[in-house]
């Protein structure tokens, strides 16, 4: 029997009991040069290594006694009932931009035609490109085929789904599901949608929502962390917005899920520091990793609520202090990416040498590359679980990046 309230999640360490992955699939294949900035992409992965790569981030997940499930998994688990199926046909054809209206036929028909729900959602997934797709004759080209028809996609592939920590957040017992900065991403929202409304576990109104994806200002599940389960730490970034902060805040207090305070972080928005988890993440219970070319820019600002107003308050001081004080302890280390060296800081903060995934106090998933942070961490008393990433780093995003937790045990 599923539990009353499926999702739980009070903290960035506590241990870690389901997390949801989504393993790289074909939309990878569907990546080429003259369109990855497009995709948010900078190179192209190998798809058979990359899927190599995850499936050794999944089992050594495993081996600490992590679930596993996948998204593309419970998405097609949403999708049994017929007129379910069609409805997520039809809303992805709406959000594919698909400006043709004999492509867009043609696609629906594709779609249609396949009967069983992982399929449907793998090809979804992946794209359509035009080749697969029968010919038009002259009199069905509208002009809006004619004028796009060097370009080879009828509907974009997403392969950013395997940074599974963006398109929603878990926090609490709750789920904000995310408005994403760019249109490419956007449409991955539209899976955990269904997954919350239709799932057999997670739908029918058991996970309450903290945001809505059809909210006009963006916010993704990078810039989103739980501190603890009094304290939210929120990044207003290049994927974020102050105005989705305020709105994500506002629910969060009004459905009271149990948080008290939200620290907002704000820093230098660009590409290089996309999300807070690129340059900030929690590995102990007094521990976190940095990247120390955001400190001098940092604001900080300290919002509660009450009495229907929100509050806030501009921290000052150094962040440790800061953190120490919003988590009660007396002190906390931040562990810097790289240590000392602004070259090393540089280069293992790209290749997310600060975006880790702590799977219980002190037990941390790393990217094996990032040599001088690990050995640092290690200095610390952590227990490091190295991964390979040659191919998953091509995306720019870490083992935090690549999961979405639906369970962590309290802590003590």
Not at 215 to 235: F, H, N, P, Q
Not at 248 to 274: T, W
């Amino acid at each position: 029997m599923a539990q009353e309230q499926p999702i739980k999640v009070f903290s960035e360490i506590g241990r870690l009991k389901k997390v949801m992955l989504h393993r790289p699939g074909k939309e990878l294949e569907n990546l080429m040069p003259d369109y990855l900035e497009r995709m948010l992409f900078d190179d192209i992965p190998f798809l058979e290594e990359a899927q190599r790569e995850h499936d050794e981030f999944a089992q050594k997940l495993r081996d600490e006694g992590v679930e596993v499930l996948y998204l593309e998994q419970l998405a097609a688990e949403s999708l049994v009932d017929d007129d379910v199926r069609k409805a997520f046909i039809e809303e992805y054809l709406d959000e594919a931009n698909i400006r043709g209206r004999a492509t867009k036929k043609a696609v629906r028909d594709l779609l249609l035609a396949i009967e069983d729900p992982k399929e449907l959602i793998d090809k979804t997934m992946a794209g359509v490109q035009k080749a697969e797709l029968p010919d038009l004759t002259e009199a069905e080209r509208g002009l809006t085929d004619l004028v796009e028809s060097n370009y080879p996609f009828a509907v974009d592939p997403m392969p950013n789904l395997y940074f599974t920590r963006d398109p929603f957040a878990t926090m609490g017992h709750g789920v904000s599901l995310n408005h994403m900065y760019a249109e490419t991403r956007n449409r991955e929202t539209l899976y955990g949608k269904y997954i919350f409304q239709h799932h057999p576990v997670y739908g029918g109104n058991k996970v309450p929502l903290v945001y809505s994806r059809d909210e006009a200002t963006r916010i993704e599940g990078g810039d989103e962390l739980v501190l603890s389960k009094d304290v939210l730490a929120v990044g207003i970034s290049q994927r974020t917005d102050a105005a989705s902060i305020e709105k994500l805040l506002i629910n969060i207090f009004e459905q009271d899920l149990g948080f008290k305070k939200v620290l907002a972080f704000e820093f230098a928005n660009n590409r290089k520091f996309m999300h807070l988890d690129t340059v900030f993440t929690m590995v102990d219970y007094d521990k976190f990793t940095i990247h120390p070319e955001i400190e001098g820019d940092l604001k900080v600002y300290a919002v509660t609520y009450e009495e229907g107003q929100l509050h806030i308050k501009q921290e000052f001081g150094p962040l440790d202090e800061v953190l120490a004080a919003a988590l009660g302890l007396e002190a906390v280390d931040l562990i810097r990416c790289g240590g000392d060296s602004l070259v090393a800081a540089g280069r293992e903060q790209w290749n997310d040498g600060s975006n880790t995934l702590t799977v219980a106090p002190g037990v941390v998933v790393v990217y094996k590359r990032n040599t001088i942070t690990n050995a640092i961490l290690e200095s610390k008393g952590l227990r490091l679980i190295k991964i390979g990433g040659s191919e998953l780093v091509r995306g720019r995003g870490g083992p935090r990046c690549m999961s979405m937790p639906f369970e962590r045990e309290d802590l003590a």
